[in-house]
């Protein structure tokens, strides 16, 4: 199951102001509001869809349920691609795949359960499987 909304008001986004630059240090604008441990971004860059949903399996599978997940984060930015050895010129290709664009200071993933020795060790794996710094918060 691939994330992507339902609808969107354009079909293809222009890419945008470089994302690095619009990056400065880390804020802690957001705070950790139900979960008692969480996954926080640290540098900025590009989540996609699979990667969401790869990490949102992985602490499914680790925590069972003795935990509950909060997905902080979907692809709502379309990337488009053209295929292979065509011509230059003919337009912007299709849409390829979602990404979501991650800020740092940015909660990805809360996880709200008893067993934080648990939580720890499923977030810290989870952390391989992003592109970006990350960090893990206790309450």
Known sequence: MLLKPVRSKFKKQQKGKSFKKICGKICNLTK?????VC????????????????VRQLLSK??????????????DTPITKKPIEVRMGKGKGAVDHWIFKVK???LLYEIETSY?????KSLKLSQVRLPIKTRIFCN
């Open 32 to 36: 950790n509001s139900n979960g008692s």
């Open 39 to 54: 996954l926080k971004a640290i540098s900025c860059g590009r989540i996609t869809s699979n990667q969401i949903e790869s």
């Open 62 to 75: 680790n925590l069972k349920k003795l935990g509950k997940i909060k997905v902080s984060i979907f692809p």
């Open 104 to 106: 740092p200071g940015f």
């Open 116 to 120: 934080i020795s648990l939580a720890l």
